[in-house]
């Protein structure tokens, strides 16, 4: 059974930093795809930024220049987020892709004060 717990939430000042952490139990593919994704209530689930297995990555142009997403020996994701602004306040989740599947946290609240 695959789990994803993440850490590292909390509360903010505008400007400010933090960094999530997902850690995965259970089996994934090797080359599964691992993503943070966003949402705020009553909108829809955004991705924020994803890595592949090769190192790969992508991001949301609202969040490049500003976070950093990395992994470590197929199994955690890390979401360095930087200079950080009211708008990034939401809740966030950890998703990895894998065998056509898709894992999710139970999600992490984030809060940007200004």
């Known amino acids: 059974q695959v789990q994803l717990v993440e850490s590292g939430g909390g509360l903010v000042q505008a400007g400010g930093s933090l960094r999530l952490s997902c850690a995965v139990s259970?089996?994934?593919?090797?080359?599964?795809?691992m993503g943070w994704y966003r949402q705020t209530p009553g909108k829809q689930r955004d991705l924020v930024a994803s890595i592949a297995s090769a190192g790969t990555t992508y991001y949301a142009d609202s969040v490049k220049g500003r976070f950093t997403i990395s992994r470590d020996n197929t199994k955690n994701t890390y979401l360095q987020m930087n200079s950080l602004k009211p708008e990034d306040t939401a809740v966030y989740y950890c998703?990895?892709?894998?065998?056509?599947?898709?894992?999710w946290g139970k999600g992490n609240l984030v809060t940007v004060s200004s």
């Open positions: 259970g089996r994934i593919y090797s080359g599964s795809i």
């Open positions: 998703n990895v892709k894998s065998y056509g599947i898709d894992f």
